[in-house]
């Protein structure tokens, strides 16, 4: 089958790889209906992680299951299955605790699983679904074409900005600044409006994501960044800032913004993954009571509450796919995304 | 008036001061009738944070109304109140947002307030106490004399040991772990029990102090620290930690043991004064989905929820004071704490 394999910056090949196998009784091989390129495999494209030598890439993947296992019973071949961007069985203590990222079984896609074995990375035509009755979630039949891209945020951008609502305590009556007008900033956007959230602060400075952000829910815009962007968010909230702050980037500069923007007392909410190198400043926030919360999005513990919303179009968080594309032009999905000519691109085998 | 006065590293003296006087229309005079030594103020008589001249020093006590200026209206003469560790008006945002530390008017006892007058240190005869409508809460009438002690926490670490559990998340059937077994945290262990919490952790080496952890409601005790501590901790807990931990002291060691004991997506509620110089590590807890969440305790705004129970004998905090001395021995009191003969020193003027 075709899959993208990564060689190293801006090095982006879609090859013939051997088909997956079913190699547990746990495991489903699920053909790829649609898959996308994340904000975080830009890293490696970018060069900014290296790339020591060719290697399986994407995450986040929509699909009809073909095969399982004998052990298999909460899916079977014809499903329409939504998978989070690791795999995960659900079933451990962390699972439980509704952080099925720390399952102590599960693995990453595109990498050997913690069971040792290979599991196949998404952007491509087929993925081996280890620990598949926890991993992957079926659809009530098969859903309408025209859902698949808000089925897919599910996988991951929808999931994670629902996390960073989440940790970031937002509820009825919350007022929230997004940091990040990526595709995760967005969805949070979204999230903070589901939970509750009367005032939505988007911080963008591109038309295009202004005006999806508004369509989202947002009720303002900022511009500015850094102090500027910080003294703006504290005029705008009676010179205090937000309850919450929704940090959706990663950068010490957007963490920084997003610690000195909340309110004393307030909490910030983060799921970019961390690339900046500078740690949290705990005098200013034990100084100011102002706390951190969040990390790598259990996605998964979060399908059955945002699902029914997609299918029934209460929320189209499929919206954040703005370019689509054939598999076969991945590397462009890539260049794309990576010039900000996209917000995110679905790419269909 | 008696006050106490610090000249330096282990230089604690009781000196003649002026009397306050009232010199706001929204002052208070408080005749001091218990105060106390705080683990704080031993950073300053062990000259790990120095002293560069002679300055008043306490910042807890309880007493009774003097004298107040013409626009205070919920305390009179004659009342027994309760001062938290700071003044603070209960009117701004961030007092009304539950954080009146962070109060836009209010300052630090032995210091100027924010509103640029002299407020006296608590370890003293009497206190100049501005923002008294907001400041002090009265007792309904006079309270027995063995509540005083009891009374007295709620100026700081009873309010603070709840602070830390709150803004560990600690409620019904949460599992717990206290790091730090001085006053601040024995108070968390019964903050925690008062929440809820099913089982609960202290950590400790002191018989004594183990004792009275036991008699606030701790169903362990764990002696050992650093990586002995942690695997002690997660043996204890199914492998994977607790669901909160409250870290009470401050230093790199404490917060380093609390963010790596507590289980994927628990939280670190923290109100030990941070003194390590390290900040939090962001990768670890991004990982690992553990938020810290806390600071210096707004204790002011938890009085009205913790009295009742002070009053009707449900909780006994002072029970944390195991010395008692006058104020003309304060030096030995510092010397006292200092040294670990005592958990904490209550002083009578």
């Given amino acids: ?18 088909n997956p196998v079913l190699s547990s009784g746990g495991d489903a091989i699920v053909k790829v209906v649609a898959a996308c390129v994340c904000g975080s495999d830009l890293w490696p494209y ?13 995450h986040e993947f929509v699909g009809i299951v073909e095969s399982v296992g004998p052990d298999v019973s909460t899916v079977k071949p014809g499903d329409f299955v939504i998978a989070p961007f690791y795999d995960c069985d ?51 039949g098969q859903p309408e074409a025209e859902l698949v891209p808000s089925l897919l945020t599910l996988a991951d951008v929808m999931g994670t900005g629902h996390h960073a609502a989440v940790s970031a305590g937002v509820t009825a009556g919350s007022t929230v600044v997004v940091v990040g007008d990526g595709a995760v900033g967005l969805c949070g956007v979204l999230a903070a409006k589901r939970l509750g959230a009367t005032r939505i602060v988007a911080m963008s400075r591109h038309a295009d994501r202004q005006a999806l952000a508004l369509e989202f829910g947002a009720t303002d815009i900022v511009e500015e960044r850094g102090a500027e962007g910080i003294a703006r968010i504290k005029e705008l909230f009676d010179g205090i800032g937000p309850d919450c702050v929704l940090e959706c980037v990663g950068t010490t500069e957007s963490m920084d913004q997003a610690l000195r923007s909340v309110r004393p007392g307030g909490m910030v909410g983060y799921v970019g993954v961390p690339n900046g190198g500078a740690e949290l400043p705990i005098g200013f926030m034990f100084s100011n ?21 997609v299918l029934s179009g209460a929320i189209n968080p499929g919206r954040v796919f703005d370019l689509e594309l054939p598999l076969a032009e991945v590397a462009e999905a890539y260049a794309a995304m990576d010039e900000r000519r996209a917000i995110k691109v679905l790419l269909r085998p």
């Fill in 289 to 309: 009571n102002v706390g951190a919360n969040g990390g790598v999005a259990p996605v998964r513990n979060y399908i059955e509450e945002l699902l029914p919303e």
């Fill in 90 to 140: 659900m079933t451990c203590a962390n699972c439980l605790n509704g952080v099925s990222t720390s399952c102590l079984h599960g693995g990453w896609w595109g990498s050997d699983d913690r069971l040792g074995g290979f599991a196949d990375g998404a952007q491509g035509e087929r993925v081996r679904v280890p620990h598949a009755d926890g991993s992957l979630v079926a659809t009530p």
């Fill in 1 to 18: 089958m075709l899959a993208t394999i990564i060689h190293g910056e801006k090095d982006i090949r879609l090859e013939e790889v051997p």
């Fill in 46 to 58: 970018r060069g900014i992680t290296p790339t020591d030598s060719p290697k399986r890439i994407g």
